[in-house]
């Protein structure tokens, strides 16, 4: 019914930037919160940023100052601007979308994309 697709992940050095999509298709009446997600080898999966529909946003304290989360409602669209990267930055990253189809609301997730970042 729903489904996220993200882009924009890959390999990059230390103090460098990626910029993360997220696009949402299907059956939507409305998208409410979308966020984004991490988990690292051997972690459990933590918030990175969320952002309501009005624009309110929320980040995690370690990537404060560092990443801006930004939506287009009118595409369905999330984005996650990454800079300052660092090697703990470094993690799999999930999109995520709380959305209402026909009258249930249900949460959804993309399929990750993978962020490294190395020298």
């Known amino acids: 019914q729903v489904q996220l697709v993200e882009s924009g992940g890959g390999l990059v050095q230390p103090g460098g930037s990626l910029r993360l999509s997220c696009a949402a298709s299907?059956?939507?009446?409305?998208?409410?919160?979308m966020g984004w997600y991490r988990q690292a080898p051997g972690k459990q999966r933590e918030l990175v940023a969320v952002?309501?529909?009005?624009?309110?946003?929320t980040y995690t304290d370690s990537v404060k100052g560092r990443f801006t989360i930004s939506r287009d409602n009118a595409k369905n669209t999330v984005y996650l601007q990454m800079n300052s990267l660092k090697p703990e930055d470094t993690a799999v990253y999930y999109c995520n979308a709380d959305c209402w189809v026909g009258l249930q609301k249900m949460d959804y997730w993309g399929q990750g994309t993978q962020v490294s970042v190395s020298s």
């Open positions: 299907g059956s939507i009446f409305l998208i409410n919160d």
């Open positions: 952002i309501s529909r009005s624009g309110r946003t």
